[in-house]
């Protein structure tokens, strides 16, 4: 089994890692790293661009946390799919046969994240297996 | 202990980006053909333009402007398969003609999208309120440009967070529009021939047809128009891509969505001119903003309202895809180093390029308010300009094309015609149509609107303000960063050239 991390640049995610890492030494189980890089929106005219900037950010992003992983003795996967997060990160525990998905939140308002479209909101529907949601430290 | 594999599925390697084969389905494909030059919109803003040009002939018109698209259509087409990793007239005319070519088409294609974000939203406000009855406030700018602003700055926020809410009841709205466009066109004619339409309205007769009836300068002028009716059609042609060897949903869908267009067209164009006859045309000439909406109440009564409807909802959705893809071209000019680094920021929740998408929305609000201010005509003269722009880029990008695979022109009689002969036409037919314009634009008489900006044609001088800008904009970011302008100039890799063995296939 395994530990399955969506994983960003954003604050909560910050946190989320060091609750993924907690998880994965306790268990000594591998982290699988996330990053789901389809850029919203429909196709069209220089999708690739839009799609390649994504992705940038994701390898950078995911770059970061491995180093952090690493340090704290952790088997480390990467992986960079070509999804939105919330099906990239289902896709991802699916096949390393994940105990958990963490996701850092982005602590804010219910009706903002229903809004504006959360993704632990929509993992919290779409996930098989259990969910942990980090909440931003402030 | 570690091992950093990186796994990433679905890898845009050359040969699996575009459609895949079921990939999508039909309707998402017709409707992705359709969304791109979003019909209802086009017709509403053009059609009094080009119907008070040339008259009778405006069928002609419109049919004849589908000529260079097709042609450059083939363009895009083919450099789209050359390549796929980067997007669209900003990149391929980089690499087949140098940076500074490139760093032009990027600005006029940027521009072309900032500039219309105003009309679109106009229009999207305009049918909007005269759906509902609001005929006063349509009329009245007080209240419908505040209103336009804000629709703007309100999609904006819709394309930065990226949201997909939408997605579906667009495909809906977007399949409907056509449908109460043909409702319309239908109602219309056959009101014709049962005698009960206007007092004036005459039978279709086949001469219509006939582009050339006017002569001369209206024939340019609408011509332009039409260029502007069929823009972003180009991206429906890339749905082509598997049509010949096997019938899959995408090729067929390509073609159909062309199809639709031009019976959606010309059956509008048509019904209007039959419907109305040209004495109503003439007196109602200086109302084009309003001369569809108001024969769609002629014609429906009270069902006018649907379409109405339809042509808010159309113009609507293409603001939100008109935004997007303007932003894109910027994101994709920044990653070049062609334009500022922060137009390439990408914000780290929503994934889009946040600050170039605010920018693009920032520039088309200015622009909208500022026109509007100083024009008497401010929406046909922002479309005329519009056109010329459209007519550069789409120029540049055939004969890029032909460019880009000189070395394979001669391989076979389908390269020849497809790739060269064929881009180069509708780059020279364009370029000719250019030049014409401009030199009737010269001449403030012949301007749409009559008015006179420095002695020369208000679009006239929008179009050069533009492209001064822009050369400016360009040089000075010349002189402070290099990167982009280190770039040179390439041609096609011969592994991705159409070849006879498999030319089934990539047909």
Same mark, same amino acid.
């Given at each position: 089994?395994?530990?399955?991390?969506?994983?960003?640049?954003?604050?909560?995610?910050?946190?989320?890692?060091?609750?993924?890492?907690?998880?994965?030494?306790?268990?000594?189980?591998?982290?699988?790293?996330?990053?789901?890089?389809?850029?919203?929106?429909?196709?069209?005219?220089?999708?690739?661009?839009?799609?390649?900037?994504?992705?940038?950010?994701?390898?950078?992003?995911?770059?970061?946390?491995?180093?952090?992983?690493?340090?704290?003795?952790?088997?480390?996967?990467?992986?960079?799919?070509?999804?939105?997060?919330?099906?990239?990160?289902?896709?991802?525990?699916?096949?390393?046969?994940?105990?958990?998905?963490?996701?850092?939140?982005?602590?804010?308002?219910?009706?903002?994240?229903?809004?504006?479209?959360?993704?632990?909101?929509?993992?919290?529907?779409?996930?098989?297996?259990?969910?942990?949601?980090?909440?931003?430290?402030? | 202990?570690?091992?950093?594999?990186?796994?990433?599925?679905?890898?845009?390697?050359?040969?699996?980006?575009?459609?895949?084969?079921?990939?999508?389905?039909?309707?998402?494909?017709?409707?992705?053909?359709?969304?791109?030059?979003?019909?209802?919109?086009?017709?509403?803003?053009?059609?009094? #333009?080009? $119907? @008070?040009?040339?008259? +009778? /002939? %405006?069928?002609?018109?419109?049919?004849? *402007?589908?000529? &260079?698209?097709?042609?450059?259509?083939?363009?895009?087409?083919?450099?789209?398969?050359?390549?796929?990793?980067?997007?669209?007239?900003?990149?391929?005319?980089?690499?087949?003609?140098?940076?500074?070519?490139?760093?032009?088409?990027?600005?006029?294609?940027?521009?072309?999208?900032?500039?219309?974000?105003?009309?679109?939203?106009?229009?999207?406000?305009?049918?909007?309120?005269?759906?509902?009855?609001?005929?006063?406030?349509?009329?009245?700018?007080?209240?419908?440009?505040?209103?336009?602003?804000?629709?703007?700055?309100?999609?904006?926020?819709?394309?930065?967070?990226?949201?997909?809410?939408?997605?579906?009841?667009?495909?809906?709205?977007?399949?409907?529009?056509?449908?109460?466009?043909?409702?319309? #066109?239908? $109602? @219309?004619?056959?009101? +014709? /021939? %049962?005698?009960?339409?206007?007092?004036? *309205?005459?039978? &279709?007769?086949?001469?219509?047809?006939?582009?050339?009836?006017?002569?001369?300068?209206?024939?340019?002028?609408?011509?332009?128009?039409?260029?502007?009716?069929?823009?972003?059609?180009?991206?429906?042609?890339?749905?082509?891509?598997?049509?010949?060897?096997?019938?899959?949903?995408?090729?067929?869908?390509?073609?159909?969505?062309?199809?639709?267009?031009?019976?959606?067209?010309?059956?509008?164009?048509?019904?209007?001119?039959?419907?109305?006859?040209?004495?109503?045309?003439?007196?109602?000439?200086?109302?084009?903003?309003?001369?569809?909406?108001?024969?769609?109440?002629?014609?429906?009564?009270?069902?006018?309202?649907?379409?109405?409807?339809?042509?808010?909802?159309?113009?609507?959705?293409?603001?939100?895809?008109?935004?997007?893809?303007?932003?894109?071209? %910027?994101?994709?000019?920044?990653?070049?180093?062609?334009? &500022?680094?922060?137009?390439?920021?990408?914000?780290?929740?929503?994934?889009?390029?946040?600050?170039?998408?605010?920018?693009?929305?920032?520039?088309?609000?200015?622009?909208?308010?500022?026109?509007?201010?100083?024009?008497?005509?401010?929406?046909?003269?922002?479309?005329?300009?519009?056109?010329?722009?459209?007519?550069?880029?789409?120029?540049?990008?055939?004969?890029?094309?032909?460019?880009?695979?000189?070395?394979?022109?001669?391989?076979?009689?389908?390269?020849?015609?497809?790739?060269?002969?064929?881009?180069?036409?509708?780059?020279?037919?364009?370029?000719?149509?250019?030049?014409?314009?401009?030199?009737?634009?010269?001449?403030?008489?012949?301007?749409?609107?009559?008015?006179?900006?420095?002695?020369?044609?208000?679009?006239?001088?929008?179009?050069?303000?533009?492209?001064?800008?822009?050369?400016?904009?360009?040089?000075?970011?010349?002189?402070?960063?290099?990167?982009?302008?280190?770039?040179?100039?390439?041609?096609?890799?011969?592994?991705?050239?159409?070849?006879?063995?498999?030319?089934?296939?990539?047909?």
């Amino acid at each position: 089994m395994s530990v399955v991390l969506g994983y960003d640049e954003s604050a909560g995610a910050a946190r989320a890692l060091g609750v993924a890492i907690e998880w994965a030494s306790a268990f000594g189980e591998p982290l699988v790293l996330v990053f789901g890089a389809a850029p919203p929106g429909l196709g069209g005219e220089e999708y690739q661009s839009h799609y390649e900037a994504v992705r940038q950010m994701g390898r950078t992003a995911l770059g970061r946390a491995v180093r952090t992983a690493e340090e704290a003795g952790l088997e480390t996967t990467v992986e960079i799919l070509d999804e939105k997060p919330a099906e990239a990160l289902v896709d991802a525990a699916a096949r390393h046969s994940a105990r958990v998905i963490v996701v850092g939140s982005w602590s804010e308002s219910p009706l903002r994240g229903a809004l504006l479209g959360s993704t632990p909101h929509k993992l919290l529907h779409l996930s098989p297996i259990p969910v942990l949601c980090v909440p931003t430290t402030d | 202990m570690t091992h950093g594999v990186e796994r990433e599925a679905q890898p845009p390697a050359p040969e699996e980006v575009g459609l895949k084969a079921n990939a999508i389905g039909f309707l998402d494909a017709l409707v992705i053909g359709l969304n791109a030059t979003s019909p209802a919109y086009s017709l509403a803003a053009v059609i009094g #333009a080009v $119907v @008070a040009l040339v008259g +009778v /002939y %405006a069928p002609g018109v419109v049919l004849a *402007s589908f000529v &260079p698209m097709l042609l450059i259509a083939s363009a895009f087409y083919y450099l789209n398969k050359a390549d796929q990793d980067a997007g669209t007239t900003f990149s391929w005319v980089t690499r087949a003609m140098g940076p500074w070519a490139g760093w032009l088409g990027g600005w006029a294609i940027m521009m072309t999208g900032v500039l219309v974000v105003g009309s679109l939203a106009d229009v999207a406000v305009r049918f909007g309120l005269l759906a509902v009855n609001l005929d006063d406030w349509a009329d009245n700018e007080a209240i419908r440009q505040p209103l336009a602003v804000f629709v703007i700055i309100a999609l904006t926020a819709l394309c930065v967070i990226g949201t997909e809410a939408s997605a579906r009841v667009q495909r809906v709205l977007i399949l409907a529009q056509v449908a109460f466009l043909l409702v319309f #066109a239908i $109602v @219309a004619i056959s009101r +014709v /021939y %049962a005698d009960n339409g206007l007092p004036d *309205s005459i039978e &279709p007769s086949w001469s219509w047809l006939n582009p050339f009836g006017e002569g001369g300068s209206p024939l340019t002028g609408g011509l332009l128009l039409g260029v502007f009716m069929y823009w972003g059609w180009e991206s429906a042609v890339n749905l082509t891509e598997e049509v010949e060897d096997s019938a899959t949903a995408p090729g067929r869908a390509g073609i159909w969505s062309t199809i639709l267009l031009l019976v959606t067209y010309l059956s509008v164009c048509i019904a209007v001119v039959a419907y109305a006859g040209t004495t109503f045309l003439a007196e109602n000439a200086d109302e084009e903003e309003s001369i569809f909406a108001l024969l769609a109440n002629e014609a429906m009564g009270g069902w006018d309202w649907v379409v109405l409807l339809a042509v808010s909802t159309s113009a609507f959705a293409s603001t939100q895809t008109t935004i997007i893809p303007a932003s894109r071209t %910027a994101l994709s000019m920044a990653r070049r180093g062609a334009l &500022p680094r922060q137009f390439a920021r990408i914000n780290p929740r929503f994934r889009t390029p946040d600050i170039a998408t605010w920018w693009v929305a920032a520039v088309a609000i200015v622009w909208y308010v500022v026109v509007n201010q100083i024009s008497e005509n401010a929406l046909f003269d922002s479309l005329t300009a519009l056109s010329l722009l459209i007519a550069f880029y789409y120029a540049l990008t055939g004969v890029a094309c032909a460019v880009y695979y000189r070395r394979h022109l001669t391989e076979s009689a389908r390269n020849f015609f497809l790739i060269g002969v064929g881009p180069l036409v509708g780059a020279g037919l364009l370029a000719w149509l250019l030049v014409e314009s401009v030199r009737d634009m010269a001449d403030p008489e012949n301007s749409y609107s009559g008015d006179s900006w420095l002695g020369l044609g208000p679009p006239l001088v929008i179009g050069i303000g533009i492209t001064a800008v822009g050369v400016a904009i360009m040089l000075v970011w010349r002189v402070r960063s290099a990167a982009f302008w280190s770039e040179r100039r390439g041609v096609v890799d011969p592994a991705l050239v159409p070849r006879k063995s498999a030319a089934g296939k990539e047909s």
